[in-house]
């Protein structure tokens, strides 16, 4: 079993709707990241959350440390979110581990 | 932009050979994590150099080995390679006195052939 699981695996939605992607993890965190990876690979840290809800732009992201659970919500979906999401955990002992992500596709 | 540069942005090469990637951490982090991304997975974590040194190591055969400079790049070298070690090697560098602001980037296609 993989310490960091995210569902679901593909999305598909269309532009303009509500996005939630979900990140479960079993692994005692000082942090959780969101991270965007666009096809040919670069990755682009979204937020880092300990605690809490953040905000930026159409992008919110929740986490309930006693659930162990973290969700990332799109608002306004358009097609230049198309990517790949990715749930990581930093555990306490300095090492991330990833989530296998969600592909995102957003159609006009 | 002082972001994480590395190079090459892509590489083929044959069995058995070697092969060596760099990494020049954003400016001011000291820190600097190697990952490897097969395609369709999450990144996998090889090791993270830190003063110079081997701080953290995944599960990932010595025939992984890296360096880190005094200037705090770094190096992820693969000797022996395997068809499967065909994939995309992320860096990552961050400040070793917060676990926030991870920094990475755009990663080095490794194809084996």
Same mark, same amino acid.
């Given at each position: 079993?993989?310490?960091?699981?995210?569902?679901?695996?593909?999305?598909?939605?269309?532009?303009?709707?509500?996005?939630?992607?979900?990140?479960?993890?079993?692994?005692?965190?000082?942090?959780?990241?969101?991270?965007?990876?666009?096809?040919?690979?670069?990755?682009?840290?979204?937020?880092?959350?300990?605690?809490?809800?953040?905000?930026?732009?159409?992008?919110?992201?929740?986490?309930?440390?006693?659930?162990?659970?973290?969700?990332?919500?799109?608002?306004?979906?358009?097609?230049?979110?198309?990517?790949?999401?990715?749930?990581?955990?930093?555990?306490?002992?300095?090492?991330?581990?990833?989530?296998?992500?969600?592909?995102?596709?957003?159609?006009? | 932009?002082?972001?994480?540069?590395?190079?090459?942005?892509?590489?083929?090469?044959?069995?058995?050979?070697?092969?060596?990637?760099?990494?020049?951490?954003?400016?001011?982090?000291? +820190?600097?994590?190697?990952?490897?991304?097969?395609?369709?997975?999450?990144?996998?974590?090889?090791?993270?150099?830190?003063?110079?040194?081997?701080?953290?190591?995944?599960?990932?055969?010595?025939?992984? =080995?890296?360096?880190?400079?005094?200037?705090?790049?770094?190096?992820?070298?693969?000797?022996?390679?395997?068809?499967?070690?065909?994939?995309?090697?992320?860096?990552?560098? =961050?400040?070793?006195?917060?676990?926030?602001?991870? +920094?990475?980037?755009?990663?080095?296609?490794? +194809?084996?052939?």
């Amino acid at each position: 079993k993989n310490e960091v699981e995210q569902s679901p695996q593909n999305l598909t939605a269309q532009e303009g709707e509500f996005i939630t992607i979900n990140c479960s993890y079993s692994v005692g965190i000082s942090a959780l990241h969101w991270l965007q990876q666009h096809p040919g690979g670069g990755i682009v840290s979204l937020f880092m959350l300990s605690s809490g809800k953040k905000k930026h732009g159409r992008l919110i992201a929740t986490i309930n440390i006693q659930e162990k659970h973290s969700s990332l919500h799109i608002t306004a979906s358009h097609p230049r979110d198309s990517a790949v999401y990715i749930c990581a955990a930093f555990n306490t002992g300095n090492q991330f581990y990833f989530g296998t992500g969600t592909s995102l596709t957003v159609i006009p | 932009d002082a972001g994480v540069t590395q190079s090459p942005t892509h590489l083929i090469k044959t069995r058995g050979q070697q092969v060596t990637l760099r990494c020049s951490p954003k400016s001011g982090h000291d +820190t600097v994590s190697w990952y490897q991304q097969a395609l369709g997975q999450g990144p996998q974590f090889i090791f993270q150099y830190y003063e110079e040194e081997e701080r953290q190591r995944g599960n990932f055969p010595d025939r992984f =080995s890296g360096h880190q400079f005094p200037n705090y790049s770094s190096e992820l070298n693969v000797n022996a390679l395997l068809l499967g070690d065909s994939a995309l090697y992320l860096c990552a560098s =961050s400040l070793s006195s917060v676990d926030y602001g991870y +920094t990475f980037g755009s990663g080095t296609r490794l +194809t084996v052939v």
